[in-house]
């Protein structure tokens, strides 16, 4: 399988990397953002945006940048490995305490409800998919954002984002952890512009050292270094599968 793409636009959010010169000078020398110090969301209505953790806010602040000048037809796809783990991790306790669990909670905790706020908020009724698939979880976004291309929208917003797992979980955690976000509105490749390239090359494809990610980042970032960096190749392994990243001028 190979996919090709134009990413038409990009924004994204971690703590102490805001602007776009931020992020391309980050790119050339990365490091693993810390903490949660993100600024408000403002773009969200104030109804809406006190229910929205460090979580929705790393997602959203990009989803809010590329979707200013659409007027609510452009179909998204969220995807986050883990998604908002910390609410999830906090009603188990409760459970395990015999305490009730609060509805609301439980609400803001399931894996579409981040995209729903943002749909909410914007008055949008088209197609939104949330998805989480390991450590395929980025290829499988943008395989879901080619699809909705193929049947015909003319672009689509995709956003990525992650935060770390909570502390009794990060034993079983298998690449570093922070919180970012990012999206992307991508279309079909134009003449002129530089598209970008997904391949399924299997799992016994040979790896090249030198076109492996950054290890001090968790993927889903690592990927968005991987773009802003200008990078020609990387490979990314998994479980089942063996994936290359291009880029095509």
């Given amino acids: 399988m190979t996919l090709e793409f ?82 999830a991790f906090s009603m188990l306790s409760e459970l395990a305490a015999n305490q009730p669990v609060s509805p609301t909670a439980f609400g803001l905790s399931v894996h579409n409800a981040i995209g729903a706020m943002f749909s909410i908020d914007r008055g949008a009724a088209t197609n939104l998919q949330a998805l989480s698939a390991g450590r395929d979880t980025v290829e499988t976004a943008v395989v879901e954002a080619c699809a909705l291309l193929a049947d015909g929208a003319p672009e689509v917003l995709l956003v990525c984002y992650d935060t770390p797992l909570p502390d009794p979980y990060l034993a079983y955690a298998d690449e570093p952890q922070c919180l970012y976000g990012w999206a992307w509105r991508v279309g079909q490749p134009r003449t002129g512009a530089p598209a970008w390239r997904l391949e399924l090359v299997g799992v016994d494809a040979a790896e090249d050292p030198a076109a492996q990610g950054n290890p001090l980042l968790p993927h889903g970032l690592d990927i968005l270094r991987f773009v802003l960096a200008g990078d020609a190749q990387l490979l990314h392994r998994t479980e089942h599968a063996v994936w290359r990243w291009s880029r095509h001028d």
């Fill in 6 to 87: 134009e990413i038409r636009a990009w924004a994204a959010c971690a703590p102490a990397l805001q602007t776009h010169a931020d992020w391309q000078a980050w790119s050339q020398a990365p490091w693993l953002p810390e903490g949660t110090d993100l600024p408000a969301l403002a773009a969200m209505a104030p109804m809406l945006r006190r229910r929205v953790n460090a979580t929705g806010r790393a997602a959203l602040h990009p989803a809010y940048e590329i979707a200013a000048n659409d007027a609510g037809g452009m179909p998204a796809v969220f995807a986050s490995r883990h998604g908002d783990s910390h609410r």
